[in-house]
């Protein structure tokens, strides 16, 4: 399965609000970054779910403005829109993959 095959699902189960399948594009060992400086914000499947239980709640919905893809890594400027709310916030996601799972994230937020 392509890296880029694995984001879109992501996206996808993020987008129907289904936890268990956005969890399921993650590896058990899954770190998160913030760009520049590598902070680590979250670490191992759980520390994700137990992360995102909160943000489904609130009726997520990203839109891809632009992806790249480099080797094992996507690159997308994505538009997350708060369904509760209406707020959106812009913000660029890498993705690595290891083993047709997301194995790494850096966000990059304005």
């Given amino acids: 399965m392509s890296i880029e095959t694995i984001v879109q699902q992501q996206i996808d ?5 289904d936890l268990d399948g956005f969890a399921s594009t993650y590896s058990d060992d899954i770190t998160v970054y913030t760009f520049p400086d590598n902070t680590v914000t979250l670490h191992g499947k759980q520390a994700l ?4 239980t909160e943000t ?3 009726n997520m919905h ?8 480099v080797g094992n890594k ?3 400027w994505e538009f997350a829109t708060n369904g509760v709310t209406g707020e959106t916030v812009s913000l660029m996601a890498i993705y ?7 194995s790494k994230v850096w966000f990059i937020r304005e």
């Fill in 56 to 58: 489904f709640k609130k």
């Fill in 62 to 69: 990203a839109e891809i403005k632009n992806r790249s893809l």
């Fill in 13 to 17: 189960f993020y987008n129907a609000g």
């Fill in 96 to 102: 690595e993959a290891k083993d047709n799972l997301i």
């Fill in 49 to 52: 779910i137990d992360r995102y």
């Fill in 74 to 76: 996507v690159i997308d």
